[in-house]
């Protein structure tokens, strides 16, 4: 009360006016300042919100602001922008309440750079994420949008940026198309003209070329189709009310599979994801409940889920004793990574080609890649935590010659092909399927080739989880009191419960004690949180703030030799361990962190 309320800015939209009218009506002083006290923050994974009024928040004003500032950040990088060109992209989300979607939002995009005579390729349906890096890329343009929220909750929207390389923006980009946010606040008089827009000849519709393209790229990565053409491996597939379900029927018939047994209540896109709490695969079994009951109903034994957007792909497995299996994201990366190595070798009669090959994977993702390529004799290399910079490391080594064969992150996401410079769960979904089919053929269930896997390579046992916290202050001053430890300014715990620590890499503040000069390799990122501890038994810890969410995440695991497989002993190793860290580092008592919700 008696605060004055920020100008509208000159928004066309009715709905998110009388949202605003309502609110001040109502003299909701708080939730007016959440929604125009800070502009949302445009980073290296472009922008996450919630949809509704005002600059905090996705709507139709900050769609246009971002995307002139985006088009003069690439009027300034590229002097041929008007001939090559972007595409946009958009999934199924919507919020009646304010009007916005990802349709809708995405006409508005491509009506401001239309408006100063840059070429668009809008796509005229709902795809997954995956196609826009695949057409920057096929298509030679110089970036590209996607609008989507991948599996945030439904009120949730995003904007999602690729550079001309084909992969995700990394800083400085993300710092300077803020900058030219800042500077292009007031709409330019056509960015509203989105019907104007969709007849002009700038406008062209990639999408039943990028379909065909698309699943023509993708076959290079079929070996196996005479055991696909006769599998009586059954599979359940669900979309979780995302955009994949046509997609993944899609990519099984060009492997030509058996097409999977879709979940009828999620297989049509439902912005309001009615049966799930959230549309996120990663959270294991409640998105799996209908997709267990069909494969019951079936015969069915592994079920393969998509997120919303169908970049992250989930696989769970029916085991002996009727209960269901859901994998761990470095479960999957450990399959999938063996698998693309054995279909490599065997289409490759020159063994010394091996040492141009590259798998890689982020630093908090399992070890077990790297434990491969020590046998195998091919590079492994580790990146930040983010597909963008595995895109980006997979463009420069493709870029010097080098073969990606393929990069995976603990958080359910896969390139399997160097067609899409960036997590792909399509494509991920057909090659799984036909090393489903391979296995079936020699009776081996996937549980037991992971189990193989370790045995050769030594097992790498993973525990992750997270906090949720919503106070900034909390989440500081937890992580400077590992860096202050017992008071002293740049000092480090040496041990944490019985577990003493060997290593420690902070790339917050770039310090890394096992390398000479004390310094990371890495690159450093003072904005966000992330320490690592190495530990004496193997184990290695990393806690780090989530970009997206309001968690505290961490990530462990214990790697060993092979030959050390006394399963039981190290998952007890790794739980204590675990609850080690939880007890001394996080002090969830303490700093009031909620569990993350069973």
């Not at 060109?85 to 999934?91: A, C, E, N, P, R």
């Not at 920057?136 to 110089?142: D, F």
């Not at 698998?339 to 399992?366: E, G």
Request: proline residues 6%; charged residues 20%.
């Amino acid at each position: 009360k008696g605060q004055k309320m920020p100008p509208i800015s000159s928004t066309k939209n009715p709905k998110t006016v009388s949202m605003v009218q309502d609110l001040v009506k109502d003299g909701a002083v708080e939730t007016l300042k959440k929604y125009f006290s800070s502009r949302m923050e445009f980073g290296t994974a472009g922008l996450r919100a919630a949809m509704g009024p005002g600059i905090a928040c996705m709507n139709d004003l900050t769609i246009i602001q971002t995307t002139q500032g985006f088009c003069r950040y690439l009027e300034k990088s590229f002097s041929d922008l008007k001939e090559r060109g972007v595409v946009i992209g958009y999934d199924a989300r919507a919020h009646p309440p304010s009007g916005g979607s990802s349709k809708h939002f995405a006409r508005l995009a491509a009506a401001v750079f239309i408006s100063q005579g840059v070429p668009v390729h809008l796509f005229s349906d709902i795809t997954p994420t995956p196609f826009v890096p695949f057409t920057v890329s096929h298509l030679g343009l110089c970036a590209g949008i996607m609008v989507t929220a991948s599996h945030n909750p439904k009120q949730d929207n995003g904007y999602k940026v690729y550079w001309e390389n084909g992969a995700q923006i990394v800083s400085p980009h993300d710092k300077e198309i803020s900058k030219a946010i800042e500077e292009n606040l007031e709409p330019w008089p056509e960015s509203w003209s989105t019907e104007a827009a969709l007849k002009n000849p700038l406008l062209k519709d990639p999408y039943q070329d990028i379909h065909t393209e698309y699943f023509k790229a993708i076959q290079k990565h079929c070996h196996h189709r005479d055991i696909n053409k006769t599998s009586k491996v059954k599979i359940v597939h669900t979309s979780v009310h995302g955009v994949g379900h046509a997609f993944v029927q899609s990519a099984f018939k060009a492997f030509e599979l058996n097409p999977p047994y879709a979940v009828e209540e999620q297989k049509d896109p439902d912005p309001e994801f009615p049966t799930v709490k959230y549309p996120n695969p990663e959270e294991g079994e409640g998105v799996l409940t209908l997709s267990f009951a069909l494969a019951e109903r079936e015969g069915a034994t592994v079920v393969l889920a998509n997120d919303p957007d169908a970049d992250r792909l989930a696989i769970a497995e029916k085991q002996e004793n009727g209960q269901w299996r859901v994998f761990t994201g470095n479960e999957l990366g450990a399959l999938l990574g063996w698998w693309m190595f054995r279909c490599w070798k065997q289409q490759t009669s020159d063994a010394s080609v091996v040492k141009n090959l590259y798998m890689l994977s982020s630093t908090v993702s399992s070890k077990i890649l790297r434990a491969i390529a020590l046998k195998e004799g091919f590079h492994f290399e580790e990146t930040l935590t983010g597909f963008k910079w595995m895109g980006n490391r997979a463009r420069d080594l493709l870029d010097q010659g080098k073969t990606v064969l393929f990069a995976f992150e603990e958080a359910i996401g896969y390139m399997c092909s160097p067609c899409v410079l960036d997590k792909d769960g399509v494509s991920g979904a057909a090659i799984a399927a036909e090393m489903i089919s391979y296995l079936a053929t020699e009776n081996i269930s996937l549980s037991q080739q992971l189990t193989s896997v370790y045995t050769e390579y030594g097992y790498h046992m993973s525990k992750n989880s997270y906090f949720i916290c919503h106070n900034q202050d909390v989440i500081r001053s937890l992580f400077e009191r590992l860096r202050n430890h017992d008071g002293q300014k740049n000092s480090y715990p040496t041990e944490c419960g019985r577990f003493p620590i060997s290593a420690i890499r902070d790339l917050t503040t770039g310090y890394d004690s096992s390398q000479p000069d004390k310094k990371a390799v890495l690159p450093v990122s003072s904005s966000s949180q992330m320490i690592t501890f190495t530990f004496s038994n193997g184990g290695v810890a990393t806690m780090r703030t989530s970009g997206t969410e309001p968690k505290i995440k961490y990530y462990t695991e214990l790697c060993t030799a092979p030959g050390n497989s006394d399963v039981a002993y190290l998952k007890k190793e790794l739980d204590e361990l675990v609850d080690a860290i939880i007890e001394n580092f996080f002090e969830p008592q303490k700093n009031k962190l909620q569990p993350k919700p069973e």
